[in-house]
Each structure stands twice: as C-alpha cells, then as structure tokens.
C-alpha cells in the first residue's frame, strides 16, 4: 500500500507541474522579439538617446543653397517655415535632433586666388546671419565647451567647415583668419588639388603633402582646427597622419571597402585611426554608399565627357544631352541601410570611438531611402540600435568621438602656442617659386 500511495502520489505531482506549464501567461505587456527586457520601448530609447547626445553632423551644404537660391536673403526662404525645395529647415532641424552642425563653408574648386578667399567670406558671413537672424535656435560655437553648453540649452551649435584649402590661396595668415570667423575645420583640398597637396579626384602633383602642406597642418594644429581628409588622396591621407599632433576627421567619407570610389577611405587608413584619434563622419551621398549608385556616376561622368568632346563649345548642348541621360538612365537608389553598413564597417576595422555622422544634406541631388532629410537621424539610430549597438555606442556615433576629437585638437593648441607664436611660413620659401606668382 505505501509502494501504491507514492506512486500516486508523484503522479498528482507530474499532472500538477504540466499544468503550469501549459497555462497561459498572465496578462500584461509583452516584450517584442528586438525589445529585450526591462528595455524602453525602439521609439523611447532613440529618444532618449538622442537627447542626452544630440547629432552633431559633419557636414551640410545650406550656405551655398542660399547663396544661389536666394542669395542669402532669409526674407526670400525663411528657414522657420518649411522649406520643401531644401533638405534643412528649423522644423525638420529640431524634429532630427540636431544638436550642433558643421555647416560647410564650401567654394568651387575652379574659384583660386582672392576670389575663392571672398566667396568663402561671404560663406562665413552667412553662417553668423543664421545666428543674428535666428538667435533662440542657433548660435557660433567656438569651442566643445560651447557645443555641450548649446547642447545643454537646447540650441543648435554653429560650426564651419572651409571645404577645401583653394579657400586660403596659399596663405597660413589666411587660414588663421579664417579660424578666427569659426572655422574649425578645413579640408585639405576639394575635387582639384591644391598647390601643396593632392586631391582623390586629380592627376597626382605633388605625391601627398609639400613641404607647406605640411605646414598648413601643422598650423591647423597650432589653431585648434581639426585637420580634414575627406576630397583628399590616399598619399594626402597618409602624409597628414604622419605630420598631424591631433585627431583628423573626415566630414563626409565612407568605406572605400563597400563602395570603391576615391572619395571614400580605404581599411589601410581606417587602421591608423586607433592611434591618431581619429573620426570616419560616414556620408549619406549615394553614389559613396551604394556601389550601384556609383557605377551610374562613373557612366554618368564618361557620358559628360563624350558629349563635350562632340559639343567642345556648345556647354548648353552638352546639359541638355546630359539631361536626357539622365532620364534615360536614372540613378538606382542607396538605402539608409546600406549607410548603417558602413558605419558597420568603420566600426569593425577602425573601432567605435572613430566613426560619427556627415550627411552632405543640401549638397546632394539624391538621397538614400529613409533618409530623405534632416529629421530622420532618429531612423538612423533606430537601425543602429537593430544591429545590436549598445545605447553608449550610439551616443559615440551621433556626437560623442566628433566632441572628443576637437576637444583633443584644442588641447593640443593649447600645448604648441605654449611653445611657439604662429608662423610665417610661405610656400614660396618651402615649395619654391610657383610659375606665374
């Protein structure tokens, strides 16, 4: 009997168990499969995200839309009403988290001389328009202090990008200039190279930097102005690794390994960015991110050139051809997705701390899918956060490595103009003469 009574005894047990088991949960709120638990709900975490670290974008081209939209009249577009001809407006600035923004004080590359130095002032000035004009949401930052200080009231930190050393004509008193009106950046050259260093998309002049390229980095480093590669040659690349004391950063560059155009970086430079401090801001241009995209503007550029060679003085004959190209073959799109890869990528060669944001927002005539315009940064951290980046790893990409970097590069300021005043240098005296100056 006591044999039998045990063994019913455990089969009560065994049915008890299975009924638990088999029961359905209690109600309450269920997590989703990419919610882990105890985590805020996608939106929330973005949002929180976002403002304790707001993006800080390395790159946008609003000045030169003003310029020849409306030449800088703010009466004519008014940037706190939409703006649907634009990628930037006040609205869509606040609605993307902007927090600071290097607006690109950019000049073609054809300008030279003193007429690329008055159009990059006339940039500048209208930088410290949107200041005076708009004064509750933006403001000049000259230092990180200031950004974290605007980050902190809930403005937008105004910093300037020179987008190209043709912008100084050759001149360190120039550039210092220029620094002293906020900029705080300068890339090294744009589509063209320059005197003193050699672009991605040029004939090769002068292998890398000259003796004054090296100079011009050197007195960026004397400023506090980080060192900008992106437009530049691998040789430029590796030259202003080797000369620079202080983190560079590249504005608007993605990863020449996913898509291989010259304008993007390739793993040999990503690998010495752990050691310089470095930045990758990756672009949302298409045709560096998708490698379609970028073989329609490698047929695009052979087309240009066959129709110029058969209408050599006709440039009006030439833009219609082209236009109707252009119909007949339009570019395929890139993806917000494909602009995650490469941050991705960045992050897996150079590390997490040196990869950030540069969208090249109004200097673009094509945009990725979801990423249409200044307001959907938050779209971007959302896929971020998909993949598994942690909530700390996004605040590095939104702003956290850019702020690092510049506070570096001003702590290095701080340390040579201890040891020395600015210096007059000419490329005269380190290049030799140039023919015709």
Not at 301 to 327: F, H, I, K, L, S
Request: charged fraction near 25%.
């Amino acid at each position: 009997m006591e044999q039998r009574a045990s063994l019913l005894s455990l089969l009560l047990v065994v049915l008890a168990a299975g009924a638990v088991l088999c029961s359905p949960p209690p109600a309450g709120p269920r997590s989703s499969p990419t919610q882990a638990a105890g985590q805020p709900a996608p939106e929330a975490r973005v949002e929180a995200i976002m403002r304790s670290a707001p993006v800080f974008d390395g790159h946008n081209d609003l000045p030169w839309e003003m310029r020849t939209r409306a030449r800088y009249d703010l009466d004519k577009i008014d940037l706190r009403q939409r703006q649907p001809e634009l990628m930037t407006d006040i609205a869509r600035l606040r609605a993307g988290h902007v927090g600071a923004q290097f607006w690109s004080v950019y000049v073609p590359a054809r300008l030279a001389g003193r007429g690329a130095v008055t159009a990059t002032l006339d940039q500048i000035d209208f930088v410290h328009q949107l200041s005076r004009r708009y004064p509750d949401v933006f403001q000049v930052a000259s230092t990180s202090q200031d950004v974290e200080r605007l980050f902190a009231e809930g403005r937008i930190a105004s910093m300037m990008g020179v987008e190209g050393g043709h912008s100084i004509d050759s001149s360190l008193a120039a550039l210092r200039v220029l620094y002293r009106l906020g900029g705080r950046y300068m890339t090294l050259t744009h589509s063209r190279n320059v005197p003193w260093a050699d672009s991605a998309t040029d004939v090769p002049k002068v292998g890398g930097l000259s003796r004054f390229g090296e100079a011009v980095v050197a007195e960026m480093n004397w400023l506090g102005m980080l060192v900008d590669l992106s437009h530049v040659s691998v040789e430029t690349m590796d030259d202003a690794l080797r000369v620079t004391r202080a983190p560079v950063i590249f504005s608007h560059s993605s990863a020449r390994a996913i898509c291989d155009v010259p304008r993007n970086v390739p793993d040999s430079v990503l690998k010495q960015l752990p050691r310089n401090g470095g930045v990758v801001m990756v672009s949302f241009v298409p045709s560096f991110t998708a490698p379609a995209a970028a073989d329609h503007t490698r047929a695009w550029d052979a087309e240009e050139t066959r129709q110029e060679a058969r209408y050599p003085d006709d440039p009006a004959a030439v833009r219609r051809a082209m236009e109707q190209w252009q119909r007949q073959h339009p570019e395929p799109p890139a993806t917000l997705a494909q602009v995650a890869d490469h941050i991705d990528h960045v992050r897996r060669v150079a590390g997490i701390d040196h990869v950030g944001l540069g969208s090249d927002f109004d200097g673009i005539t094509n945009v990725p899918a979801g990423l249409e315009d200044v307001s959907r940064f938050p779209a971007l951290v959302a896929e971020l956060l998909r993949r598994g980046y942690s909530d700390e790893d996004v605040r590095k990409v939104t702003s956290g490595n850019v702020l690092r970097a510049l506070r570096e590069a001003e702590r290095v300021a701080r340390e040579l103009q201890a040891t020395r005043g600015p210096s007059t240098a000419t490329i005269d005296q380190l290049d030799g003469k140039r023919p015709g100056a």
